[in-house]
């Protein structure tokens, strides 16, 4: 019964968000005072086919950083998440299948 409510609850409520009705009366700032921020549209640069070396001679990884990875098609790739936290995309292909990698 509960499960039910929950998904009546989000029937009913989903609409109006996607409506954009949110309530801007109630705030504890001054709207006068909220700036834009973050980088401008565009402002992340998404990377387009990058460049591959072997696991053993990618020396500017450490051995302890993290790396997004992905297995498709017979094919590992390591993304690291250094890069990835600059770049958030990268489209890259796994022979012939497009892939875009998302952070």
Do not use: C
């Not at 387009?48 to 990884?61: L, M």
């Not at 993290?66 to 990835?84: E, K």
């Amino acid at each position: 019964m509960r499960v039910l409510t929950l998904v009546f609850l989000m029937l009913i409520g989903l609409p109006a968000i996607g409506q954009g009705s949110w309530d801007f009366s109630r705030h504890t700032i001054p709207l006068d005072e909220i700036q834009a921020g973050g980088p401008p549209r565009d402002g992340i640069p998404a990377l387009f086919s990058p460049n591959y070396v072997a696991a053993a001679k990618a020396d500017f990884i450490r051995g302890d950083e993290q790396v997004l990875g992905v297995f498709h098609n017979g094919v590992a790739r390591a993304y690291p998440i250094r890069v990835l936290s600059w770049h958030e995309l990268v489209n890259d292909t796994f022979g012939e299948a497009p892939l875009l990698v998302s952070w």
